[in-house]
């Protein structure tokens, strides 16, 4: 579905379950991070209300899901541990940074884009995670985090569409998954969700 060009090695599950309490830390965060990118797109974008109204549930659902995991953290007995850096995602900014042509459009869509991109990239690591560790609970939590990821992903990419105007979109995207999959070969060793 999501075309990734490196998939993620199972035995990353091995070490994100080595370490549950890093891991479900770092997973709140990606989800307040999300949260905080949907709302980005309503503030830069007003005038779209169809885009305003999904990114809205979005950033609403993607807040339930930094509450279901600070949950979790909590009823483990474990320390919610402080916000820190994803080097993953600001690669992948940087890229993002780098193919803008200045106008809002190609502003807009290459937002989107990135935002598809992660969504994409999580869900496959909630796979992994939801095959590969031992622990029954959070393997149907991440299972069922999953789907709506890959819904996230679908709006991200379908709004991209309806406002690519003149951008190849189809293209655009294979030129993402070109760049993330030279990107995530240097992650996958670390109890992070994109580490």
Request: charged share 35%.
């Amino acid at each position: 579905m999501f075309r990734l060009k490196l998939p993620t090695d199972p035995r990353w599950a091995n070490i994100a379950e080595g370490n549950l309490e890093e891991i479900l830390s770092d997973h709140a965060w990606c989800e307040q991070k999300a949260a905080t990118n949907a709302i980005n797109l309503i503030i830069n974008n007003s005038e779209k209300p169809d885009l305003v109204e999904e990114m809205l549930k979005i950033s609403i659902e993607e807040m339930e899901h930094f509450k279901a995991v600070h949950d979790i953290i909590l009823a483990r007995g474990y320390e919610f541990q402080r916000e820190r850096k994803d080097d993953y995602v600001n690669e992948l900014m940087k890229y993002l940074k780098q193919n803008q042509d200045g106008s809002r459009e190609s502003g807009l869509i290459e937002r989107l884009l990135f935002a598809a991109m992660i969504e994409a990239r999580s869900c496959e690591r909630f796979r992994v995670l939801s095959e590969n560790i031992k622990d029954q609970d959070l393997a149907k939590f991440y299972r069922d985090l999953m789907e709506s990821e890959a819904n996230h992903y679908t709006t991200f990419i379908s709004f991209a569409r309806k406002y690519a105007g003149n951008i190849d979109v189809d293209k655009r995207w294979n030129e993402w998954l070109e760049a993330e999959a030279k990107i995530i070969q240097g992650y996958g060793k670390k109890e992070t969700i994109h580490g």
